[in-house]
């Protein structure tokens, strides 16, 4: 029996960068979270009669609560086929690989990814299409649109399962299926990587699942398949609250992994990931590598992995990722692209075999191998990588730069800033871009200001207001940006880029050596007048 629920809409269901974003409190209103999904499969509706749908998520607060609704939601809607991960788990990651190996319509992906979790905290709901990979744009608005006008939703009126226990069971005549969320992604890892060099290597390494959903992926893969020592994985075990943590891998959130690794007796390799397992953190004994150096490095070096061997197709970043992979794609002679932030955005480049390895500033990284950035998939690379050189994450990023120059970079992150005053900012600095060629701040000259805009190479689709970059003489820049993933006011995001060509200042202080740019950046924007700060919140 399948029930009809009549609804009214909510005005605040716009899909941002990664799905829709709220606190708990907002889902937990009635027929919210019953409206956003019916509006997902009202947009798919000519498709998904008899189609596959995977569901999973990274295990916060209400995940287990909201599969339930989407289960019987999408036997109303007449999907065959649900595959669920067991106890509701599915990382980001491997629900794109899970997709795609089962020829599924889509996933409905629930996280809020390195947001922190709880019933006071945060919980998302994602759409990812059938290549794997979130939805592109044109979807995303009319999910929204059709949010809007919702007047009805459709639930089979039936109990709950049981999502603990792997096998089939019927759900109004439609078939869901509790698999192993680990089993085909860890299969998956081990046709990429030289697993035997990596054991034959000896390495020891900390990894820091930070009470999230990586954390059974990590046990799996790095102590019981690559055989590093028991607790190798640290707060191994997802949390619905991650153990009251913030389950991002900077600096801030990480720190006990970064005094780990910059101790006397520290390991050969420390590496964290996020809430929903798509995003990393590297660093070496006594090396923190930044997300911009690491995806610079992992392109230049991951021909070392057998499933890179043939070389790469392209490299491609996006926007306010620093420029030093662009650097590599040249001495490959690869394309390299330029991207607005969103990982749907490397989604045409990777089906249409234009780029191999794709990076975000924001510590996201990943390859052709699914449609989303992938944790777990930078930390096995950069062990393949120091098993077969034989060389330290400290030796790694030397030689790097020491070949190619480095990009010294940093994010400054102005958290639950006022909407307005933030929005007031950018207006007022996007107003003055035509007249800042050739101003001189101290001792930068800009040299061009704009407001980025994307056309995708694949499918001519033109996406505009990405960003505010502003550059200067020698390849140095600042980026302002507002960010899509908080739940509550705005975030303002300054990403800092100073290069240093070879031979130069290669191992400096990162924040001495991109004073002067902070500086500009304040000049220009005016950011303590906007928003009454002295200081960004997080700086990575």
Same mark, same amino acid.
């Given at each position: ?27 937990? =209103? ?87 979790? +709880?019933?006071?905290?945060?919980? !998302? ?41 792997? $096998?089939?069971? =019927? ?43 990586? +954390? ?30 913030? &389950? ?18 520290? @390991?050969?390799? !420390? ?5 929903? $397992? ?61 991207? &607005? ?124 207001? =990405? ?36 031979? $130069? ?30 200081? @960004?919140?997080?700086?990575?």
């Amino acid at each position: 029996m399948i029930r009809a629920v009549k609804t009214t809409p909510y005005p605040d269901q716009k899909p941002g960068t990664s799905g829709l974003r709220k606190k708990v409190r907002v889902f937990q =209103q009635p027929d919210y979270a019953e409206n956003f999904i019916q509006s997902v499969f009202d947009v798919i509706e000519r498709e998904r009669a008899g189609a596959t749908l995977v569901i999973g998520g990274d295990g916060r607060f209400l995940n287990r609560e909201v599969i339930q609704v989407a289960i019987r939601m999408a036997a109303a809607a007449t999907f065959a086929r649900v595959v669920v991960g067991q106890g509701g788990i599915l990382s980001t990651p491997a629900a794109s690989n899970l997709i795609r190996r089962r020829g599924a319509l889509g996933g409905l992906i629930l996280s809020a990814s390195h947001n922190p979790g +709880g019933p006071e905290e945060d919980f !998302g709901i994602k759409y990812n299409v059938s290549n794997g990979g979130p939805a592109p744009e044109a979807i995303t608005d009319a999910i929204y649109a059709r949010t809007k006008a919702i007047d009805t939703w459709y639930a089979a009126d039936t109990p709950d399962i049981d999502l603990d226990a792997l $096998g089939e069971v =019927q759900v109004g005549g439609m078939t869901v299926e509790v698999v192993d969320p680990v089993a085909d992604y860890a299969a998956l890892m081990e046709t990429l990587f030289d697993f035997d060099a990596i054991r034959a290597a000896n390495l020891t390494m900390a990894f820091d699942a930070m009470s999230a959903v990586t +954390g059974p992926y990590a046990t799996e893969i790095l102590e019981r398949r690559l055989g590093f020592a028991p607790c190798t994985v640290r707060n191994g075990t997802p949390r619905p609250d991650f153990d009251g943590n913030h &389950p991002d891998p900077n600096l801030v959130h990480a720190r006990e992994l970064y005094d780990t690794m910059m101790g006397d007796d520290a @390991p050969d390799f !420390g590496a964290a990931s996020d809430g929903d $397992g798509d995003r990393n953190l590297i660093i070496g004994r006594g090396r923190f590598v930044t997300p911009s150096d690491s995806l610079a490095m992992l392109a230049a070096n991951a021909h070392l992995a057998p499933g890179y061997a043939g070389g790469l197709k392209g490299i491609a970043r996006s926007m306010p990722t620093s420029a030093a992979a662009d650097r590599v794609a040249a001495d490959l002679n690869i394309p390299a692209y330029e991207t &607005p932030t969103g990982w749907k955005f490397f989604g045409n480049l990777l089906d249409a075999g234009r780029a191999t390895i794709c990076g975000e500033e924001s510590a996201g990284t990943g390859s052709d191998h699914v449609r989303e950035k992938d944790g777990l998939w930078a930390v096995l690379l950069w062990l393949n990588i120091m098993a077969v050189t034989g060389k330290s994450v400290d030796q790694i990023a030397r030689d790097h730069w020491g070949r190619y120059g480095r990009n010294y970079y940093a994010r400054h992150d102005y958290e639950g800033v006022d909407s307005a005053a933030a929005d007031t900012l950018m207006q007022e600095l996007g107003s003055n871009l035509a007249s800042l060629s050739g101003k001189k701040i101290g001792s930068l000259v800009i040299t061009e200001a704009d407001n980025f805009a994307y056309t995708d190479p694949t499918d001519c689709s033109v996406s505009t207001n =990405q960003g505010i970059r502003i550059l200067f003489d020698g390849g140095s820049r600042v980026v302002f940006r507002l960010s899509g993933t908080g739940t509550s006011g705005a975030t303002l995001r300054v990403y800092l880029e100073r290069y240093e060509p070879v031979g $130069g200042d290669l191992d400096a202080e990162t924040g001495a050596m991109l004073a002067d740019i902070a500086a500009a950046a304040d000049e220009l924007a005016g950011i303590r007048r906007h928003t009454g700060r002295s200081e @960004p919140d997080v700086v990575t």
